[in-house]
């Protein structure tokens, strides 16, 4: 069946430092989601990517598609405590209209 | 607007026992989805429906998962013969038309099954 990892698991920074997350899937993806939960709350979608290389911004952070559509990552600069929470990537397969949730990564940021 | 909201907030219920996990999408949503997280771990899958039928359950773990959409919005998920490795947080999430749009979550029903 089809899997989506995330790396690292965890992931402690001090305030100011930058932050990846990587997610990789097992087969190629149609698009891909990014979600953040914060401890105790709900998935908040954050972006989704479509186009094999695609590179989007939001403020601090940067979402990256992979050339293959097997792969993605989140980049976040200069890290805030409100940054904190698990960042999930979640892939959709073509023709499918389920997502399949990353193992996630969660980052805490220590001020 | 109003979000997507789930009823009840919390479950405990004995092994053995029949529960009901309600959804209320946002309105306008016709895209409806079931998940279940487990502490530690991503939403897991369970079922997507697009207006009333369900367009894929292919996540459900097993016959004793079903859940309906009769008018093409509040949704129920029924769980019969809990066990206790059922327990967990069910999310259910909506969105506009489709798979390609973004999924608005609800806050979640923590079950647990003692």
């Known amino acids: 069946g089809q899997q989506v990892m995330q790396i690292p698991q965890y992931q402690h920074v001090q305030e100011g430092e930058d932050f990846t997350t990587y997610c990789n899937s097992s087969t190629t993806l149609s698009n891909i989601q990014w979600y953040k939960q914060r401890p105790g709350g709900h998935p908040v979608f954050l972006i989704q990517?479509?186009?094999?290389?695609e590179v989007k911004k939001q403020k601090r952070l940067t979402f990256q598609f992979g050339e293959a559509k097997k792969n993605s990552s989140l980049h976040i600069t200069a890290t805030q405590t409100t940054d904190v929470g698990t960042y999930f990537c979640?892939?959709?397969?073509?023709?499918?209209?389920?997502?399949?949730f990353g193992t996630g990564t969660r980052l805490t940021v220590i001020p | 607007g109003a979000g997507v909201s789930q009823t009840p907030s919390n479950k405990v219920t004995e092994k053995g026992k029949y529960v009901e996990l309600r959804c209320d999408p946002i309105s306008g949503h016709t895209a409806l989805y079931w998940y279940r997280q487990s502490l530690g771990q991503g939403p897991e899958f369970l079922i997507y429906?697009?207006?009333?039928?369900?367009?894929?359950d292919s996540g459900l773990p097993n016959d004793r998962f079903f859940a309906v959409r009769p008018e093409g919005s509040v949704s129920t998920l029924k769980i019969q013969r809990t066990e206790r490795g059922d327990s967990a947080v069910y999310l259910c999430?909506?969105?506009?038309?489709?798979?390609?749009?973004?999924?608005?979550f609800g806050p979640g029903t923590r079950l647990t099954v003692l």
């Open positions: 979640a892939g959709r397969r073509t023709g499918a209209n389920n997502l399949f």
């Open positions: 429906f697009q207006g009333t039928g369900a367009a894929d």
């Open positions: 990517l479509v186009k094999s290389g």
């Open positions: 999430a909506s969105s506009l038309s489709s798979g390609l749009d973004e999924q608005f």
